[in-house]
């Protein structure tokens, strides 16, 4: 049941806000700011920290490794080497599998009118699924459509990065103020008839932009299986994050259940005894994440506070170089 964003179509309604986000005239390396989410003020610091040289005394220093220390209970220094390297175990997968279909190579870059048939067929998935903006915001509706694409764009940086359920909470959140904002009912639930439509419009973009999947072997085929199985797993992996390891297992058991019974609902109607039972899962299952998603939440939050107090710290050593190592703004 858990899925990346990285594992579905990169053309399709799940993926209408990140594009969206993503649609700015020039990124820009995120500086540290109030409106930064927890997690990335902490990525900054710890990178701004580790590129400059302080001439600290023994009780400055030793007020520093006091912060750090007050971070690393917040998140737990054993936890937090886990989840780095199942992030970066993710990518590592990430790339064999774009590999393995072919889609290693740089991207292409695509003609004026070969952008416009993209364009068009993205348009024609969009009234599909029925996410077709019917409002076109102004004055204060605009702003604030603007904010939370920058927003989202934030959440999802590093470049692929997993969301916690914390994130994953703030990103649904986001996504369902912008569908208010520009009057977005889907997205809806596909006909079969629809959803092959769908497929052969994802298939010609596919073909213009140069990201067709290549013909699998059987080898090949097994192996992709392996590997989209170990990213679902990561996933879950950092989506639970906080739980107790018993609730990480039973999380894991459920949502294997709810796989199969989805796996099953793809070729058959599901019996009423089997849908009860997905629902269930259903439940326990969103039970489990949004108790992750809390624990999270306070930890940022507590985390917050230290970092807080860390730009007051060195803000009171003065500039460094021009200017303080933090933004006063955090």
Request: glycine residues 6%; proline residues 2%; hydrophobic residues 30%.
């Amino acid at each position: 049941m858990i899925t990346s964003p990285l594992l579905s179509g990169t053309n399709t309604a799940s993926n209408y806000f990140s594009n969206i986000s993503n649609n700015t005239q020039a990124d820009k390396t995120p500086t540290i700011t109030k409106d930064m989410s927890r997690s990335q003020i902490r990525r900054q610091f710890q990178m701004q920290f580790a590129s400059m040289s302080l001439s600290l005394d023994a009780d400055e220093q030793q007020q520093v490794n006091s912060y750090y220390s007050q971070l690393n209970n917040i998140y737990g220094v054993n936890d937090k080497s886990v989840r780095e390297e199942e992030e970066k175990r993710f990518n590592e997968l990430k790339q064999e599998l774009d590999k393995l279909y072919g889609l290693d190579g740089e991207p292409k870059k695509l003609t004026s009118e070969e952008q416009k048939k993209v364009d068009d067929i993205q348009e024609q998935l969009d009234k599909l699924y029925n996410i077709l903006p019917t409002k076109d915001p102004e004055g204060a509706d605009k702003k604030r459509a603007e904010s939370l694409k920058w927003e989202l764009k934030k959440l999802y940086y590093p470049e692929g990065k997993v969301l916690t359920a914390a994130e994953k909470k703030k990103e649904s959140s986001i996504q369902n103020e912008l569908k208010e904002i520009f009057g977005i009912e889907g997205p809806k639930k596909l006909t079969k008839e629809e959803q092959a439509e769908a497929d052969k419009l994802n298939a010609e973009m596919d073909k213009i932009k140069g990201t067709t999947k290549k013909e699998l072997t059987p080898e090949e085929d097994k192996r992709a299986d392996e590997i989209i199985s170990e990213m679902e797993q990561i996933v879950g992996s950092l989506a639970t994050h906080g739980l107790s390891n018993a609730e990480k297992n039973l999380f894991n058991t459920l949502d294997k259940q709810a796989d199969a019974l989805t796996n099953i609902a793809k070729e058959r109607t599901l019996t009423d005894k089997e849908q009860d039972t997905l629902s269930q899962l259903t439940k326990h299952i969103n039970t489990l994440l949004d108790k992750a998603s809390k624990i999270q939440a306070q930890q940022d939050s507590q985390a917050q506070q230290v970092h807080n107090q860390i730009g007051g710290f060195f803000s009171q050593l003065g500039g460094l170089g021009g200017g303080t190592l933090l933004s006063k703004s955090i």
